[in-house]
């Protein structure tokens, strides 16, 4: 099926998950739309978060989509449900995928996560993956430093380490989990450093990555995965600077992205 | 839903699948039915199989199951397609989780695959992981003493890590994978074996492990998990003695497993 698969968040955290979605399926074309101006929806009342997603999803339905891909956390909790039941094409968000994917690897069922303040506050990991195995005992913790520190590009070295083994020192100690899901799109950049700061016993889950495999899953299961040879031409949205964007995204991607444009949104 | 979730194999190999299936998804009750009177699936050809499938399909539609799980190689080779399009319940082979796991994992795209000679043959892997990345160099291997060791229980020690490392020698000497997908039920039990002899280095994949999180992915898109909370009752079924089935699940499953019933099919 030649059409793009949307990718929609409230900024450039979302960019691991795209990324992550083109290694994975690369004959697909993707249109990523980040919702920088508005970013974060995190500390945004539920309502604010529904309407904001919507407008999203309306601008990439204009774009013919086959699939949407909610590539942030605090979006999935708020909007998954309806926007599957209202939309007829598969969605899919990055919370379920960080969860199965833990359920699939740990072995003492101790799980942990980290996120925002309120993506950990919603409980949307402890119920995703407390719904699949009640068993399952869940360590959350949420990380205000992290996303600033990505946000400066300091994904390793001392700076990074000091800060992540700082705010991860309750989640080492308090207990015996084996399995951590990082449950924040920001997060995957500083991967190598929390790998270092946990132990290598520890199994680190990127919800992206998981979230790539899902979309696979889904595309495939519903027969939309694309069959032709055109290279894929992907395109990246932004309601913010578009050359701000593409920094970001360059040095996130490691390669130059083009075909950044703005666009506005709720006006 | 309060249904069963089925699982049909040649014989005892898909006990692999099922047993990661409970794992994994706890809650859920499943009904196994392996034709070991019939099997090996392998050598017969492809009207058969789909005969002989469809017979165990229809034993398992009497059960009222919710989702099919075809936990055989050869059966999905051949009948996957035609399951999907003509039941009206969500239907999953082993070949495409494994594939699209390895497709994750894989870093430098060259992928080793080794199964039985008919599936080897079928190039159903090759095809299912170039279908998604055509990029992907596939490296497949029929393992004929593989089955056979399993099936006298030899599943470490000396002797197992003889047969192995002397069938696995040229996908060892012959390229540089960085993924082996285990394609057939009956390897994952020689694991730990295989790790060993192909070193560190390689990721290997449990078709089993991705297909448990395939059924989940499916089943929560579909809003199929089950809800409540009585104790699941599996339930086994063969085509050929109930109590040599029951001393093989037995070993595999490290716990007895009750409830082993001997039915017939094709008469």
């Given at each position: 099926m030649d059409q793009p698969i949307g990718v929609i968040d409230?900024?450039?955290?979302g960019l691991t998950v795209a990324k992550e979605l083109m290694r994975q399926l690369p004959k697909e074309e993707f249109v990523y739309l980040g919702d920088t101006k508005r970013c974060p929806y995190g500390p945004r009342p539920k309502e604010e978060v529904v309407n904001f997603t919507w407008e999203m999803v309306r601008f990439l339905q204009l774009k013919k989509i086959k699939m949407l891909v909610i590539a942030c956390n605090t979006a999935t909790a708020f909007t998954l449900q309806q926007l599957k039941e209202q939309l007829d094409i598969p969605v899919i968000g990055v919370i379920q995928p960080g969860a199965r994917s833990a359920i699939k690897v740990s072995k003492n069922l101790h799980i942990g996560v980290i996120g925002t303040e309120g993506t950990i506050k919603s409980k949307a990991y402890t119920n995703a993956l407390q719904h699949i195995n009640p068993d399952i005992w869940v360590n959350a913790l949420s990380c205000p430093p992290f996303v600033p520190l990505v946000e400066q590009g300091l994904f390793r070295g001392d700076k990074a380490e000091h800060v992540v083994r700082e705010t991860l020192e309750p989640m080492k100690n308090a207990n015996h989990i084996d399995t951590l899901i990082?449950?924040?799109?920001?997060y995957p950049l500083l991967k190598e450093t929390i790998q270092k700061v946990m132990g290598d016993d520890i199994t680190v889950i990127s919800s992206g990555d998981e979230t790539a495999q899902e979309v696979s899953v889904i595309l495939d299961y519903y027969g939309r995965l694309y069959e032709g040879n055109r290279p894929p031409r992907h395109k990246f949205y932004t309601t913010g600077d578009a050359n701000l964007f593409r920094d970001i995204a360059d040095t996130w991607f490691e390669e130059r992205i083009s075909h950044v444009g703005t666009i506005t949104l709720g006006d």
């Open positions: 409230s900024g450039v955290g990082l449950g924040c799109t920001h």
